[in-house]
C-alpha cells in the first residue's frame, strides 16, 4: 500500500507538468490566410440614381453589373468595372416615360481592411459613361452620348468558409463628366469569385 | 492556382455583350419647335421638323437600283424606307385659356417622293363660306375629357400610326387612283390600307384585282418598299389658346441619319399632293 501511494505521488504529477512547455496560442477559424487572393471575379445587381439635373429626368433604375480585378497584396486590389442600368424618364415633359439604358465602366482602386470573415473597403476609379440614347441631349443636359466619370465608395465584404466566395454590400457616388451638374450613386450586393 | 481559358472567355464574353446592347433599341429623339395656338386659327398653328439623312453610299445606290431591278415596278426604291426609319412623335398639350376646351392634333408631312399639307387640301375642298374640312395623314383622337384652365395632356403618336400614314401618303403621291369606285384620295385617308375593301389603293403594287373574287386584293404583300416620312409637320385646331410641345423620336435602323462630318446631307425634293378642287 505504501509503495502504490508512494510510486502514484512520484509519477503522477511528474508525467502531467511535463507535457505543457509553452502557452498554446489562440486558435483563429476561419484562417483569412487560407482564403485564395489574386484573380477574382465579381458579379453584381441593386439599384442606381441619378442626382442632380439628370435626377429631375431619369428615374431610379436597375443595375447589373460586373468586375475583373487583382489583388496586389491581401490590401490592395486594382480592377475593371462594367456596370448596366436602365432608367425611365420622367417629368412633365413630352418624353416622359421614354427607356433610357446607361453602361460605365472604370478603372478602379480598392483598399481592404480585413478582419477574419470579415472586411472593409473602400475604392475609387475613373472612366466613361455612355447613354444609349440621345434623350439627356434631346433635353438640353449633355453634348453627347458618352462622357468621363470618376468618383468612388466603398463597402463591406462576408467570406464564405469556402475558400473562394464571398458576398458583400457596396455603394458608390460618381460624378457625369460631361452631363450638366449631374451624378449617380449605386448601392449593389455582389458575389465574388477569387480563383 | 490555375484559371482556365472557359472562365476568361465567360468574362469577355458578358463584358462584350454589355456593351454591344448599347446599340440596340437605341432611338434618336430630336425636340420639335414649340408652337401655340391663339384659338379659332385661320390657318390652323403649326410647327414642323425635317430629319436630316446622309446620301446613300455608291455601294448604297447600287444596291437601291439592284432592288428596283428585283421588284419589277417601275418606281424609285426610297433611301428612306418605313422598314427601316421608325417615326413616333411625344406631345404635350397645354390649355393656356381659363376655360375648359378641346384640341385636335394633326400630323401631315412628306416623304422623299411626296408632301401632303391639310390646310392645302382643306382650302382647296372648301366650297362658299362652309367651314373648311380637314383630312391629315395622321388624325389624332382628340382625350375624352376637355382639358380644364392650364391642363396640360400628353399622348404618342405611334410608329404604327405613322406607318399607316406613310402608306398614305406615298399611294397619294406615286399611286393616285382617281377611279370613282376606289379613289385613292380621299379613300386612303378615311380607310386602313390593310383591309378590306383596300380603298384606293388600287394602283399600288401590293395590291391587284383578284381573279376569282374580282375584287381588290393584297397579291402581293410586302411588294412595295413604302418610304418613310422625313419631315413631319403638326397642326393644332382649337378654340382657346393651347400650347404644343413635341419630340421626334426617330429608329434608325441602318445609321441613315446624318451625323458624319464626312457625309453630306440627303436632299429630295418632294412634290405636294394637290387635292382635286371642289366641284
Known amino acids: ?195 | 492556382m490555375r484559371v482556365g481559358p472557359g472562365r476568361f472567355a465567360l468574362v469577355a464574353l458578358a463584358g462584350t455583350t454589355a456593351l454591344a446592347c448599347s446599340g440596340l433599341n437605341a432611338p434618336l429623339y430630336f425636340q420639335g419647335p414649340t408652337f401655340e395656338a391663339a384659338g379659332g386659327d385661320d390657318p390652323l398653328a403649326t410647327s414642323g421638323l425635317t430629319l436630316r439623312f446622309r446620301n446613300p453610299t455608291d455601294l448604297e445606290r447600287m444596291q437601291l437600283d439592284d432592288m428596283r431591278n428585283a421588284k419589277g415596278y417601275d418606281a424609285d426604291i426610297p433611301w428612306v424606307p418605313r422598314d427601316r426609319v421608325h417615326v413616333e412623335v411625344s406631345y404635350k398639350i397645354t390649355n393656356l385659356s381659363d376655360q375648359y376646351a378641346s384640341f385636335t392634333l394633326m400630323v401631315d408631312g412628306a416623304s422623299e417622293f411626296a408632301k401632303y399639307d391639310t390646310q392645302m387640301v382643306a382650302t382647296a375642298l372648301q366650297a362658299g363660306n362652309d367651314d373648311p374640312t380637314f383630312l391629315p395623314l395622321i388624325p389624332i383622337v382628340p382625350p375624352k375629357d376637355m382639358l380644364p384652365p392650364g391642363g396640360t395632356f400628353s399622348g404618342i403618336v405611334r410608329e404604327d400610326d405613322f406607318a399607316e400614314g406613310e402608306m398614305d401618303l406615298d399611294a397619294l403621291g406615286r399611286w393616285d387612283d382617281a377611279s370613282m369606285t376606289s379613289p385613292t384620295f380621299a379613300g386612303v385617308l378615311l380607310n386602313l390600307s390593310n383591309v378590306k375593301p383596300y380603298t384606293g389603293m388600287g394602283l399600288v403594287p401590293d395590291y391587284g384585282i383578284d381573279p376569282t373574287t374580282q375584287q381588290l386584293a393584297r397579291l402581293h404583300p410586302g411588294l412595295l418598299v413604302v418610304p418613310a416620312m422625313i419631315e413631319i409637320d403638326l397642326r393644332l385646331k382649337t378654340d382657346v389658346p393651347m400650347r404644343c410641345e413635341y419630340y421626334v423620336r426617330v429608329r434608325d435602323d441602318d445609321d441613315r441619319l446624318l451625323h458624319n462630318d464626312g457625309d453630306t446631307l440627303f436632299s429630295p425634293t418632294p412634290t405636294l399632293f394637290q387635292a382635286p378642287a371642289a366641284m
Do not use: C
Open chain 1, 1 to 195: 500500500m505504501a509503495a502504490a501511494l508512494a510510486t502514484s505521488w512520484i509519477f503522477g504529477g511528474a508525467t502531467a507538468r511535463a507535457q505543457v512547455t509553452s502557452e498554446p496560442s489562440a486558435v483563429v477559424f476561419p484562417d483569412p490566410e487560407k482564403f485564395a487572393h489574386g484573380l477574382y471575379t465579381e458579379g453584381e445587381f441593386g439599384g442606381l440614381k441619378f442626382l442632380g439635373r439628370a435626377g429631375d429626368e431619369l428615374g431610379l433604375g436597375f443595375a447589373v453589373g460586373a468586375r475583373i480585378g487583382y489583388d496586389l497584396t491581401r490590401f490592395i486590389s486594382v480592377g475593371v468595372h462594367v456596370m448596366g442600368s436602365t432608367h425611365q424618364s420622367q417629368g412633365d415633359t413630352p418624353i416622359a416615360g421614354q427607356l433610357l439604358q446607361m453602361y460605365q465602366g472604370t478603372l478602379e482602386a480598392k483598399l481592404t481592411l480585413r478582419w477574419v470573415q470579415w472586411s472593409l473597403f473602400a475604392e475609387g476609379g475613373f472612366g466613361a459613361a455612355r447613354m444609349s440614347t440621345n434623350l439627356l441631349y434631346a433635353r438640353g443636359l449633355a453634348r453627347y452620348r458618352t462622357g468621363l466619370t470618376t468618383g468612388g465608395g466603398g463597402g463591406l465584404d462576408y467570406h464564405f468558409l469556402s475558400r473562394h466566395f464571398s458576398v458583400g454590400l457596396r455603394g458608390a457616388y460618381y460624378v457625369l463628366g460631361d452631363v450638366t451638374a449631374s451624378q449617380n450613386v449605386t448601392t449593389t450586393i455582389y458575389l465574388r469569385y477569387t480563383f
